[in-house]
């Protein structure tokens, strides 16, 4: 059973398109059954054409607040980590996604709010407001974020080095973020492609959870943050695909 908490909406007063664009922007009934039929939906549409299967499943928290990380390389990586959601944390799953691309019009903004229930990342026109925004919504209303730290899709299948944002959101606390890598996604959805490929399949691998209580909420402890949660989805990664160590100089 959900607690309920009598509050005035994040979102009251702003009007409908800018609703949907913000980061207060609560779901309402209408949001929730859209998103519930999306979900199936999806999940259906993974099994089906993706064979899509999750190791690891006991090591996401039962309840939120939390955070999911992994390699990005796909459209399809959000839905498959939110699809690996089961219960309350699927009904309080937010993806994070560009904003120019996913909120740039009002029928996309439809589809991201109601459907895929996204949270708007402009590149290049985030302010720090936004990221203590999301970091006060992650803890006070238990909500789970889908993050892809790298900040856009690999083209090579390559992880690029994760940026400090996600220290932002934890250092300090013990939000669990929670390692994942996800094998498949560039082969069934590239980012150069119009539409998914059916046929290819798709793994999830979900690892042990993160805490960074005693993390210094400055530039050092997110960029820590930050490194730290990069080498725990690299260690999920098949052997061929994670980083080798330096030759040894023969100085």
Known sequence: MENWNLRPARDLGLAPLDRLRSLGREQGLVGLAL????????????TAFHRFRVTGRKNLPAEPPFILVANHASHLDALALAAALRGLPARRAHAMAA???????PTRSVLAAYAINALP???GRSRRTDLDTMRARLAEDALVYILFPEGTRSRTGEMAPFQPGIGMLVAGTDIPVVPCWLEGGR???????????PGRSLHLTIGPPLHFPDARNDRTGWQSIASATEAAVYRL???????????????
């Not at 904003?99 to 019009?105: A, D, H, I, S």
């Not at 990664?237 to 100085?251: E, I, L, W």
């Open 121 to 123: 990342v402009w590149r």
């Open 35 to 46: 998103n519930a039929g999306w979900r199936k939906a999806v999940r259906a549409y993974l």
């Open 187 to 197: 082969a069934a959805w590239p980012a150069e492609a119009r539409a998914p490929r």
């Open 237 to 251: 990664a098949p052997v061929g695909m994670q980083p080798q160590p330096a030759a040894p100089s023969s100085d």
């Open 99 to 105: 904003g120019e691309l996913f909120f740039g019009g």
